[in-house]
């Protein structure tokens, strides 16, 4: 699903940035178990500031940042920094069918973008078939109270299909052979974590 205007203005604003540079990168690379993550795959990049996170922050030689929205795409292009050439390819792809190799990635990355997915279960399912064997997926997500809140249907509607509670979350990711290694809540709102592929 492609952002509204609204969802846009939240994501693509440097507060958003900072609070990803400074507080979510650091967080989730914490709870990470690897050493290095070379190849890693980003769902849903945006504007591009979580392909550089994971370039600076979790050693990554090589990231594939994809993006359903080609607006997303090309405001990532725009805003890329020299020094990130050659390590980050920026696409246009579907979080739910992505034409990815089965088991390519050392680490996948979904920075709030599976609560957006028409259907969040595939989009798992998807993260999972791309994922190596011992590779980790991190994730930050909005749970269902807050994603099905009235004033968040208003403001910025998201998919049924992408509604989900942290029970719900970790039960499909195990369905999908993840095994969830280090989570954090924010009371029934949010979950920030890691899960590593058996």
């Known amino acids: 699903m492609k952002l509204s205007f609204i969802e846009r203005c939240i994501v ?4 958003r940035a900072a609070i990803q540079r400074r507080v979510e990168g650091p967080m989730l690379r914490k709870m990470g178990s690897l050493e290095r993550y ?6 849903g990049c945006g504007t591009g500031i979580g392909a550089r996170l994971i370039v600076d922050q979790f050693g990554a030689e090589r990231v594939v940042a994809t993006d359903i929205d080609p607006e997303q795409i090309k405001r990532a292009v ?3 920094e ?6 980050i390819e920026f696409r246009v792809a579907d979080a739910m069918n992505m034409d990815e190799h ?3 990635f050392d680490a996948v990355f979904s920075f709030g973008v599976i609560h957006h997915l028409e259907d969040w279960r595939k989009g798992v399912s998807e993260v999972s ?3 190596k064997s011992g590779g980790e997926f991190f994730f930050e ?5 807050l994603t099905g809140n009235i004033l968040t249907k208003i403001f910025t509607p998201h998919p049924g299909g992408g509604e989900f509670d942290f029970t719900e979350f970790k039960k499909e990711l195990g369905n999908c052979n993840i095994d969830i290694i280090k989570v954090r809540s924010v009371g029934q709102i949010a979950v920030f974590g890691v899960g590593k592929k058996r």
Not at 12 to 15: E, G, L, S
Not at 38 to 43: D, S, T
Not at 82 to 87: D, H, I, L, R, T
Not at 141 to 145: A, W
Request: charged share 25%; glycine share 6%; net charge positive.
């Open 129 to 131: 078939r791309v994922l």
């Open 78 to 80: 725009q805003s890329h």
């Open 38 to 43: 070379p190849l890693c795959l980003e769902i």
């Open 102 to 104: 089965d088991g390519k």
């Open 12 to 15: 693509n604003n440097p507060i």
């Open 82 to 87: 020299p020094k990130f050439a050659g390590a």
């Open 141 to 145: 997500e909005l749970l269902r109270s």
